[in-house]
């Protein structure tokens, strides 16, 4: 069964640029995840899909950051335009509760490296 | 509101010694899992271990343990027998009800094994 991907690993882009970003989880999993770790910091949760719904964006920082998740599958983050602060690894999770498991546990992507100059 | 704190930001352990990782949490919520993920370098964010708040014993799986005290709200993980691949950051994190709430995590403690 294939994990959670990512793309890209890195994107190195220019203050103003746009840049996006994708998240395909792992096939049946409702809960989508996007995490970000910003350098020397904790890991922030930015917004929680069930399904294509938005459950929870309370950890998005402003409104230059756009999620989508259309028919459910794959999402997209799109930061529009990017600022120095942007500069982080964004990851990604999704899981799904299944009768004999313990709990909803995440499975993370392998994140992407954004870098803003 | 939830928290997570990690206070060693490194540790260094002898190859084939035991390791303590701390975290201590704070809810107010009485239904709560607990959570360690290592990362190692090449980025990935691994799952080790989960405990869940009415969870009598604690957490096993392999060389890892989680020492839950419920009281102290400490989720200490133990690592047994360490090598040289355990290297890595290591995250604690909780969610509180329902199960699908997003995860807090704690800032990392980066673990070194020394040969």
């Known amino acids: 069964e294939a994990g959670v991907t990512q793309f890209p690993s890195h994107s190195v882009i220019e203050k103003g640029q746009t840049v996006t970003l994708r998240c395909d989880p792992i096939s049946g999993h409702d809960n989508l995840y996007w995490y970000r770790r910003v350098m020397g910091k904790e890991i922030k949760f930015l917004l929680h899909f069930v399904k294509e719904s938005k459950q929870d964006e309370s950890g998005m920082p402003n409104n230059r950051f756009l999620a989508e998740r259309t028919g459910g599958t794959y999402s997209t983050l799109k930061v529009q335009p990017a600022e120095l602060e942007d500069s982080g690894v964004y990851f990604c999770?999704?899981?799904?509760?299944?009768?004999?498991?313990?709990?909803?546990?995440?499975?993370f992507g392998p994140g992407t490296r954004l870098t803003v100059t | 509101a939830q928290k997570i704190t990690q206070t060693q930001p490194g540790m260094f352990v002898q190859e084939k010694e035991a390791v303590t990782l701390d975290c201590t949490y704070d809810?107010?919520?009485?239904?709560?899992?607990l959570f360690w993920y290592k990362q190692p370098s090449s980025g990935e964010m691994i799952f080790l271990i989960y405990?869940?708040?009415?969870?009598?014993q604690n957490a096993t799986e392999g060389r890892y343990s989680l020492n839950f005290q419920k009281a102290r709200k400490s989720a200490n993980l133990v690592i047994s027998a360490s090598q040289l691949g355990d290297s890595a950051m290591y995250f604690c994190?909780?969610?509180?009800?329902?199960?699908?709430?997003?995860?807090?995590f704690g800032k990392g403690t980066r673990l070194s094994v020394i040969a």
């Open positions: 994190a909780m969610r509180e009800a329902p199960r699908n709430t997003p995860l807090v």
């Open positions: 405990q869940g708040s009415y969870d009598q």
């Open positions: 809810t107010s919520d009485p239904s709560y899992g």
């Open positions: 999770a999704s899981s799904q509760a299944h009768r004999d498991t313990r709990d909803y546990e995440q499975y």
